[in-house]
């Protein structure tokens, strides 16, 4: 499908945008709808700079069908990359209806514009929380979703690929891929782009580089008393890089029915190792406090990332030394 025309939803957002960088620099011909909660205007500058294409953009909300149908008639897309969303887990226990409308109503609205227009290949940004607590670390596709899911951001994510499966039995055209992301962590090599939510941020990382930037005076550290090496979390943290070109990989593979993929690097780094990771690349203390655990959060999150290398021949290439210094850039130049 080279060269072809891609709607990338929420695609002025982090892992959107590094998207549409590597979609345009393989020559796909690319085009934004976004609704800019969660990110800025600017974003299409810094895409334009790294790529020398400014991407047309729509300032819509999924959740105005008419809206989201209105950019359909002007261009036949090959196929949507779908990374609009509300992806805060507090926030979504706080505001449950508020992450099913605009989560769950939007995909509807997408889709049903996409059906309306014959555009049937789809690539949806999951998530590793639809597997919920499956009592063990090391996680793979072939595991039940949908269990013990603790917030409604997550069980959002899980809705919407069983909503997908079913389009799919609906439609045999529909050639869908799901991708199960696990931490998306670090920043182009420009500088240009990289996390900067709207807000404050709930991630590690985000809250990281406030901390580095003085707008926060410390992390805390959720709990240490955790069953892992070093008693804090564990997680898989992927460098945004490495996910955009899951995408890039997922796209030009993609076939009919659904098929579902585990975006991560298979090795696990706890807080601790994160702080250390980022003090060693800043050469900078990181000043941190550790208080309670945070509810919900699992003690170790870690992907089997094999079906991904088998049936498209994806892995990570770079690690978190390499995150914490994309980051570090992105703060200097930002
Ligand atoms: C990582 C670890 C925290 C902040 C998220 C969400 C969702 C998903 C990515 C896409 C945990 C600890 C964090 C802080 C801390 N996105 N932490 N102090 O919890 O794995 O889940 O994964 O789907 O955003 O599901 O990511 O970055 O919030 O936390 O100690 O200020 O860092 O306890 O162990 P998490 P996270």
């Not at 072809?4 to 002025?12: A, R």
């Not at 300032?59 to 008639?73: G, I, M, R, S």
């Not at 290398?309 to 994309?326: F, I």
């Amino acid at each position: 499908m080279k060269n072809g025309k891609i709607l990338v939803t929420g695609g002025t957002g982090y892992i959107g945008s590094h998207t549409v960088v590597e979609l345009i620099e393989a020559g796909y011909e690319v085009e934004i709808l976004d609704n800019l909660y969660n990110s800025k205007i600017e974003v299409l500058d810094k895409i334009e700079k790294i790529t020398g294409v400014k991407p047309k953009f729509y300032k819509v909300d999924l959740k105005n069908y008419d809206d989201v149908l209105k950019v359909f008639t002007d261009t036949k897309y090959d196929a949507v990359m779908h990374f609009a969303g509300l992806k805060a887990v507090a926030e979504s226990v706080e505001k449950p209806l508020e992450y099913y409308e605009n989560n769950i109503g939007g995909t509807v609205n997408l889709l049903k514009a996409m059906v309306k227009n014959g555009v049937k290949r789809l690539i949806f940004s999951s998530s590793a929380t639809v597997y919920g607590d499956q009592g063990v670390a090391k996680l793979d596709e072939s595991m039940e979703t949908g269990k013990g899911i603790t917030n409604p951001y997550g069980r959002t994510k899980y809705m919407i690929e069983e909503i997908l499966k079913d389009v799919a039995v609906s439609d045999k055209e529909f050639e869908i891929c799901i991708l199960r992301y696990f931490n998306p962590i670090g920043a182009h090599a420009s500088g240009l782009l990289g996390e900067d939510p709207n807000g404050d941020p709930n991630n590690l990382m985000p809250v990281v580089m406030r901390v580095a930037a003085g707008r926060i005076p410390k992390l805390l550290v959720y709990g240490d008393d955790y069953p892992t090496r070093d008693g804090s979390c564990v997680r898989d943290y992927i460098h945004v890089v490495d996910l955009a070109k899951g995408h890039l990989v997922a796209l030009e593979n993609i076939s009919g029915g659904v098929k579902i993929y585990n975006l991560g690097s298979g090795v696990g780094t706890s807080v601790f190792e994160m702080i250390k990771a980022f003090e060693k690349e800043s050469g900078e203390k990181l000043p941190f406090e550790v208080v309670g655990g945070r509810s919900g959060d699992l003690a170790e999150l870690i992907a089997d990332p094999s079906l991904a290398y088998k049936e498209l021949g994806w892995k990570t290439e770079l690690n978190t030394a390499d995150a914490m210094r994309d980051t570090l850039n992105y703060l200097k130049n930002n």
